[in-house]
């Protein structure tokens, strides 16, 4: 009897270390390579994928994708990274920014996609040249597809500026303070901006407050270049003296709200595509003209609005190191096939109201119709050259840091001036691109 | 020879990694390269010296003073609710057990809810008591309110186990106590109390253990703010090795974490042991 559990307690030991060790299998005996496509772990992206994998499928032969979605653990970053560490990566996955794939790329976890034989070709069916240059990585490689590109904008109730006696949304940071004046005096309970992160040290948070003011005063300033800090001096004491008088002048609710644009507590809000669904659900009296506007970030005073930047909420498709050759050309030769039509494009965009990364989306004809039903989506369409994806550098996440709790939550708290703030954080995050 | 399987479990499971873990932990790996080097204990000294270290140090201290006795003096007053209870005993302990088995997520975002600007809850407050409180923006309420969460979420739990101290108390005792005079409060306490130390035991070193390992209702409510007063151990882990791909210095906190924890359980063991011989529990 305890000879056998022995033989037992054994053969346990090897069969978990046969399972840890065994290879991944890139093929099958008939010629078929066998790719893992991970999508974005929320239903519409999946559904958009699968449906595309199955089409390309039935086209081409040799080739099998399996699409799962990316495992969520805490976040999706967390779970490539988990599975690069255990081994299993897959081929090929969408969702990935360009901080992290600075991350990615900086470890060779990932390979440029300009060595691919027809990546030129791509961006030339796709239309995407000029959207794809701000993506363009310190060592000259592309290392990520762009497939969506949200312009971050501003949503402003128009509906409670006409009652303040304005009749278009405040493009510069004055016009702005004089709005909020206004809103003041008429409505002393209601704020300006309602948002909780202000004040949180999330570093991904700083995407949709700082940098969108920022890229707006720097005309698209990259912030950082290679391990260089080059940000605009005098954009960045702009863009915190701002946050300064919102907060000195009561504008600015640093708490946990629930809807408070859509309840008319605050009267702008940073916003994306997303919302607009949660709206037609929920809220569906939020119509574009009539209660509300959209509008790029206001500009510092001096600076023309036109030339106003803002962030891009992007991501798109990387290719894993980790993959066979042979697999990496399976999965380069699908998102080609992908975005050789803009029909696919627009099935993206129906399904998941994220604008595709492209150049032409405001003027090409397919997309013409779906834009005239959502009017919403126009303005992000035709800002898609204006927005800036985020840092390249394996440090995004500890500069993000930086900028709030060096420069923009004490500002806002009234405990450093925006000049003392902003010197502070440069020389922290000189300290950390050392 | 029958315990082999759950040897080999341990093994696998737990020694492996820990061995693993603290091979990393002086390391610079950053999770995702296949090249690493040995720094030595650079990443310790490193640690030693982060600030945001510290407030986890401090922080989970500053939690256990909070919810060690919230959570067991609260676990046992439901536990002497629910053994006083002529019926449904079963009932109500299931019923009080249910928290411990609510998503930290879930129940984070419904904390979060309650505690918004717009609340109910707040909008009565301010219009009935001019109160305008920010919850989650003061540090001490924040990490009273994470501390209250953890309660809400173990009580039951732990007043399970001192359900199972209460009924496993022999009635002669009572009757012995009875004769000598101890009734009411002083059978409480000079009787229940310590007959209840195994529980006590049980508890308390579970509720210690549990402070250093607090995640995801400071990560959903607070992300580690207000300036740090709910950074935990966890979080700075997570931040470390997930976020800026430190995985070396990650591990390194992690060691920490564990020689802290370990640390610390032993001190609150003797204490127990102390006052457990007193009462004649060796």
Known sequence: ?434 | MFASPYLVYSLIFFLFPLLWATYLAFTNWNLISPDYEFVGVQNFVQAFFSESVRAAFFVTYKFLAMFVPIAVIGALCLALIISALPRFKGLFSVAFFLPYLASGVASAIVVNGILSYNSPFNIWLRSTFGLDINWLGSPVLAALIIALMMAWKFMGYYALLFVAGLESIPKDVYEAARMDGAVGWKKFWYVTIPMLYPSFYTVTILAVGLMFGIFTEPYVLTGGGPDLATHTWQLEIYQQAFERLHAGYGTSIAVINSIVTFASILVFRKILEVWGAKHGWE
């Open chain 1, 1 to 434: 009897m305890k000879k056998r559990i022995g033989y037992l307690c054994v053969m346990l030991l090897v069969m978990v270390f046969a399972a840890g060790c065994q290879s991944e299998k890139s093929g099958s005996d008939d010629g078929t390579v066998e790719i893992e496509f991970w999508s974005a772990p929320n239903p519409p992206q999946q559904a958009f994928w699968t449906d595309m994998a199955k089409k390309y499928m039935e086209e081409t032969d040799g080739v099998k994708i399996n699409v799962t979605p990316m495992p969520e653990s805490p976040s999706s970053e967390a779970g490539i990274q988990s599975a690069i560490a255990a081994g299993s990566a897959p081929t090929i996955s969408e969702n990935i920014s360009r901080g992290f794939a600075a991350q990615l790329s900086d470890s060779s976890a990932i390979v440029p996609l300009n060595e691919f034989e027809g990546f030129e070709e791509l961006l030339k069916e796709r239309h995407m040249k000029e959207t794809i240059k701000s993506w363009k990585f310190a060592d000259g490689n592309q290392y990520v597809l762009p497939i969506y590109s949200n312009a971050m904008l501003f949503a402003w109730r128009i509906d409670i500026l006409n009652e303040l006696g304005f009749e278009e949304v405040p493009k510069t940071h004055s016009e702005v303070l004089e709005v909020g004046q206004k809103l003041k005096e008429q409505y002393p309970k209601k704020f300006l901006w309602a948002r909780a992160d202000l004040v949180k040290p999330t570093w991904w948070a700083r995407w949709f407050d700082f940098f969108m003011i920022y890229n707006a005063a720097s005309k698209g300033n990259n912030f950082v270049e290679g391990s260089d800090l080059i940000a605009d001096d005098q954009a960045g004491i702009a863009t915190l003296e701002l946050f300064d008088k919102l907060s000195k002048n009561d504008l600015l609710l640093t708490r946990q709200v629930t809807d408070p644009f859509e309840t008319g507590q605050s009267i702008m809000m940073d916003i994306g595509p997303w919302t607009f669904s949660y709206w037609d659900e929920k809220f569906p009296e939020m119509k574009l003209g009539e209660k509300y506007e959209l509008a790029m970030p206001p500009v510092p005073d001096g600076v023309s609005p036109e030339d106003a930047k803002t962030f891009a909420d992007t991501k798109g498709l990387s290719i894993y190191a980790s993959a066979t050759k042979e697999q990496q050309q399976a999965a380069f030769d699908f998102v080609k096939w992908v975005y050789s039509n803009p029909e696919h494009d627009l099935a993206w965009f129906k399904q998941t109201n994220l604008p595709p990364a492209r150049d032409d989306l405001s003027e090409n004809e397919t997309f013409t119709s779906y834009l005239e039903e959502n009017p919403q989506l126009k303005e992000y369409a035709k800002n898609i050259p204006n927005a800036v994806p985020p840092i390249d550098n394996a440090e995004t996440v500890a500069i993000q840091k930086l900028i709030g709790t060096n420069a923009l939550i004490p500002v806002i708290k009234g405990e450093k001036s925006p000049e003392e703030a902003w010197k502070d954080m440069k020389e922290a995050i000189n300290g950390v691109l050392k």
